[in-house]
C-alpha cells in the first residue's frame, strides 16, 4: 500500500511506471499495488493476472478510507488487510486471528 497521494488520473501504464521507478519493483510480478488520491476518497489496485494488468478502481461516495494520514512510502500488506482497508478498517486498529496452517494434531 502506497500512502503517498496519486494522481488518479493515471492508469495502467502511468501506475505500472510508477510502481518501476519508485518503488524500483517489477509492477508483472504478481504483487498487489494500491493507491489513494489526495483526498482519501478514491483507490485504485494495480496487479498482474495470468497475461496481462488489472485494475480495480473504487469511489466512496460519502466516507474516506481509513488510512494513516502520518505514514509515508510504501507498506507491505496482506490480502486480508486490503479486503479490511476496501471495507472502510483502519488495519492498525484491527487484529484479526493469526493465519494458521493445517496440522494434525494427537
Excluded at 510480478?29 to 478514491?42: E, H, P, S
Excluded at 496487479?47 to 505514514?71: M, T, V
Excluded at 509515508?72 to 486471528?97: A, K, M, P, T, Y
Aim: contains cysteine; hydrophobic residues 35%.
Amino acid at each position: 500500500m502506497y500512502y503517498e497521494r496519486v494522481d488518479m488520473r493515471k492508469s495502467v501504464n502511468g501506475l505500472s511506471q510508477l510502481v518501476n521507478d519508485e518503488f524500483g519493483m517489477n509492477p508483472g510480478t504478481g504483487n498487489i499495488f494500491v493507491f489513494f488520491n489526495k483526498g482519501r476518497d478514491r483507490v485504485k489496485v494495480l496487479f498482474w493476472h495470468l497475461n496481462g494488468y488489472c485494475l480495480f478502481y473504487k469511489r466512496l461516495e460519502a466516507d474516506k478510507f481509513q488510512i494513516s494520514r502520518g505514514k509515508s512510502g510504501l507498506e507491505e500488506i496482506s490480502r486480508r488487510q486490503l479486503d479490511w482497508v476496501l471495507e472502510g478498517l483502519n488495519i492498525e486498529e484491527v487484529q484479526g486471528h493469526p493465519e494458521r496452517q493445517y496440522g494434525v494434531h494427537f
